[in-house]
């Protein structure tokens, strides 16, 4: 192997030809890589004004030497193609600026063209200096042969017209030789570390152990080597009859899926990291025709995915509708099961009835849980096994016996009737899927209620509305007055309030939310009446609304959601949702004195409501419950002290006021010092979110932040960015997004021994892994130099960094966000913040030791 600082110049001239393999991926730099690498040509062509021999590096060229005649040598380039076919392309941009703006000098046209763009002893395509790959050949040739009108839209056409553009731009009048410049710093200042493999180096080992060096080379891109390795001669026509298909069809994040989502129907665990390994390890043995096999297989594939993403696609109407509506949803982790079916109808086991018949059976089942408030934690795993469920002879039923069976929390009509009015459904799973779901409701409400008209006069875009409380979340003095005339077998309007607030009875679309705000219902009655959407619709035909009009518009939606989404074989009630009791003692451990919380709060952070919430801490010894309140501050009349406390007999009013809590004449303590739902969240290391809150909730964020990184970087490192996320999560961490996507903090769980969040790491899209120790100098425990030390000492025993130097003098240390798609890279980072969570723990232990909170 020859290893070699090389130009441009050196790269390109002479009797050489450097051809693209079917493996590597088409032309994909974009506006922002061509800006970056303009800015640095720019830059170096200034300074050679001063220092004529500067020189920029530009990267890599790793090539394998193929045949060499008297005509010539020929190169394959391994890596370096997207640079290697960008500068050919700003080579063409200036030969043609020359063209137009210095007609008279036909010579450096000239020069150009034939020392760095053809051989004008050869012809056809033996004649380019540089052959890209298939996909990207007609835009090329046109280019190179002038003919841009004739070229085909692309990212070649589009990066070369950015150069001309460039150019344009930076040929002052006034400065007869600054385009001169500029060819010079291309040609002589742009330096490459050439790597050329001769004899028998294998260009596929070096494409893999490229990648396993750190080189941005994704996981689809090393099975597209391995596969077009293994064809050999018979690469050409597969790729241009298979895989350039494929391609165009797909994006690379696409095909990625793709390569998974196989693996995935025969080992449901498998991560999308391990896509290469896994692959490679089922086609080892394969021969020459299986693996020519496997390609066309996957190019079947690819055209039904890209009905998936793509579901104008599909033929049938009714199948296209709910692909249709799987794309509103946005669950990824249906889209293994939903390729399945659409191969199983390919291999004529499936009609189009019957594949629609299952979409929907999946739909019902995401709908149901979604309403019941099911914990979304084992969602993946469900539909991951699902395709091994499924049988040929008859799908539908195998698949709804399977979603059916065991807790996989597939709600029954009961369960549905009862989640309505007593769920906290302005607070379940993603804010995105609580509105479909509530625009799907919409297109279920009949066009007439008995004998009247529901159908508005306008027409109305589902996507611009917002979800609204139609009880609000501030009761005005006409409200309370309205609620009281119907309490049933409450004390109080705040205790309906309470109960039935964050209800889906409750809650209705509307694009008048701010002038709906707190109005009396009278008011809010004519907006809804002439909103045009028929939820409203059949609101407003109410005098009032209050207990009775919400248990029974509870009664119509569930009775609603029981018509338009399929429920499991067995109606019987096996199991709740998934409240969990520690969760609402998390919670309510977690207020701290001085501040309280009303059940209501507390049992929307646990997904269930304040009733049985109510009868769970009156029969349990939970230290502070006497923190937590009805919704307007007062003591509940049936709080009494648990036999064991060492409270009882005291007033708990008293209690909170020697705590801080301010109180009025009226015995309510103050609003000002109540925590809401999303700071009960946030104090056990949950995120909760409204419809309207300002930030998104913690499933649209991590979609946000994982998409910046893709792009950014490779879906490989999207992957192991979202492995290490859910391991964070396992351990009782939580992750903050800021509001662009661009960044992600870990934060430990709070407790009442450290006030300030403490965050071992925080990850940007942009690349890296950022460890602030800065930070840590003023977090306990941290603020120790010995434990800095141990934190720094695992980092480096984990191979992520190298830290040296004194502790105090490290502030924000990095390390490359690619190493997280090491699997075993990422398990020791693991280790790591598991370490740092029990130091936060022991801390956290002796702290209650030395000083102990007042419990009952």
């Not at 130009?7 to 590597?24: F, I």
């Not at 077009?228 to 797909?250: A, C, H, K, V």
């Amino acid at each position: 192997m020859d290893v070699q600082e090389t130009r441009l110049q050196q790269v390109l001239e002479g009797s050489k030809q450097y051809r693209v393999p079917l493996y590597q991926r088409p032309y994909s730099w974009t506006t922002k890589q061509l800006d970056r690498l303009w800015s640095d040509i720019v830059e170096l062509a200034e300074h050679r004004i001063d220092s004529p021999h500067a020189t920029h590096f530009t990267g890599s060229l790793v090539l394998s030497l193929g045949q060499v005649g008297p005509s010539g040598s020929e190169f394959l380039v391994v890596d370096g193609q997207q640079r290697l076919t960008t500068l050919t392309l700003l080579i063409c941009a200036l030969r043609d600026h020359y063209a137009e703006v210095e007609p008279d000098a036909p010579e450096k046209m000239a020069r150009l063209e034939e020392s760095y763009l053809i051989d004008r002893f050869k012809s056809g395509d033996d004649r380019l200096k540089l052959l890209p790959t298939q996909a990207d050949r007609d835009a090329y040739r046109s280019i190179i042969s002038r003919n841009v009108d004739g070229a085909p839209q692309s990212g070649i056409l589009e990066a070369y017209r950015f150069f001309r553009t460039r150019i344009h731009q930076a040929d002052a009048p006034d400065d007869p030789h600054d385009i001169d410049r500029i060819e010079s710093a291309v040609l002589n200042g742009l330096v490459f570390v050439s790597i050329t493999a001769k004899g028998d180096d294998n260009v596929y080992r070096i494409f893999e152990s490229l990648n396993n060096t750190g080189l941005k080379l994704t996981q689809g891109d090393l099975l597209r080597n391995y596969l077009f390795m293994r064809l050999g001669g018979r690469g050409e026509e597969i790729y241009d009859s298979w895989w350039l298909p494929m391609q165009r069809t797909l994006s690379p994040s696409d095909l990625e899926t793709l390569f998974w989502i196989d693996l995935i129907w025969r080992n449901p665990i498998a991560k999308q990291g391990d896509i290469y390994t896994l692959q490679v390890e089922r086609m080892r043995d394969l021969d020459d025709d299986e693996i020519v096999a496997e390609v066309r297989r996957f190019g079947e594939l690819a055209k039904l995915f890209s009905l998936i993403r793509r579901p104008d696609g599909e033929a049938d109407q009714h199948v296209r509708a709910q692909l249709l509506r799987f794309q509103q949803w946005r669950l990824a982790a249906a889209e293994p099961l939903m390729l399945h079916l659409l191969r199983l109808r390919a291999d004529g086991s499936l009609d189009d009835s019957s594949l629609a018949a299952a979409l929907h059976l999946i739909e019902s089942f995401m709908v149901r849980r979604l309403v019941v408030g099911a914990s979304t934690s084992a969602i993946s795993r469900i539909l991951y096994t699902a395709p091994g469920e499924v049988g040929e002879e008859d799908a539908v039923a195998s698949l709804h016996a399977y979603l059916s069976r065991g807790r996989k929390f597939f709600a029954t009509d009961a369960q549905i009737a009862d989640a309505v009015v007593t769920k906290p459904f302005y607070y379940q799973g993603r804010s995105s899927q609580r509105k479909t779901l509530l625009s799907w409701l919409e297109q279920a409400t009949p066009l007439q209620y008995g004998d009247r008209q529901l159908v508005g006069k306008e027409q109305v875009e589902l996507e611009n509305l917002t979800i609204e409380h139609i009880m609000p979340q501030s009761i005005s003095a006409a409200w309370r007055q309205s609620l009281e005339v119907d309490l049933g077998d409450f004390d109080s309007a705040d205790e309906v309030q309470e109960e039935y607030l964050h209800t889906l009875a409750n809650l209705t679309l509307t694009g008048y939310n701010s002038e709906l705000s707190n109005h009396p219902f009278e008011q809010k009655r004519e907006l809804l009446t002439a909103s045009g959407i028929r939820l409203n619709a059949e609101v407003a035909m109410h005098d009032r609304w209050g207990r009775a009009e919400i248990l029974g518009r509870g009664a119509v939606l569930a009775k609603r959601i029981a018509q338009t989404w399929i429920g499991p074989l067995d109606d019987t009630d096996v199991s709740d949702a998934g409240v969990t009791w520690k969760v609402a003692l998390d919670a309510i451990d977690a207020i701290p004195a001085g501040r309280w919380a009303s059940y209501g709060d507390v049992a929307a952070v646990a997904g269930t409501h304040p009733v049985p919430l109510g009868a769970f801490l009156s029969s349990t010894v939970v230290p502070n419950a006497y923190r937590v309140l009805k919704r307007r501050g007062m003591i509940a009349p049936s709080f009494v002290w648990a036999e064991q406390s060492p409270n009882a007999g005291l007033d708990p009013m008293e209690l909170l006021q020697s705590e801080g809590i301010e109180f009025n004449s009226s015995r309510r303590a103050s609003q000002k010092q109540r925590m809401s739902v999303s700071e009960l969240a946030e104090a056990i290391g949950l995120m909760v979110r409204s419809d309207v809150d300002p930030l998104q909730d913690e499933s649209e964020s991590r979609y946000t932040f994982l998409e910046a990184v893709t792009l950014e970087l490779t879906p490989s490192t999207a992957n192991g960015v979202n492995a290490l996320l859910d391991s964070w999560e396992s351990m009782g961490g939580r992750v903050e997004y800021n509001a662009d996507g661009t960044s992600c903090h870990f934060i430990a769980p709070a407790s009442s021994a450290r006030q300030k969040p403490t965050k071992p790491i925080i990850m940007y899209a942009i690349g890296k892994i950022e460890f602030p120790f800065a930070t840590l100098e003023n977090r306990p425990p941290f603020d120790e130099p010995e434990l800095r030390e141990g934190y720094k000492a695992r980092l480096n025993a984990a191979r992520l960094v190298d830290l040296t130097g004194d502790i105090s003098a490290l502030r924000y240390p990095s390390a490359p966000l690619s190493a997280l798609e090491s699997t075993a890279m990422r398990d020791s980072v693991a280790d790591v913040l598991t370490w740092f969570l029990s130091e936060l723990d022991r801390y956290d232990a002796e702290y209650a030791t030395a000083d102990p909170v007042g419990a009952i």
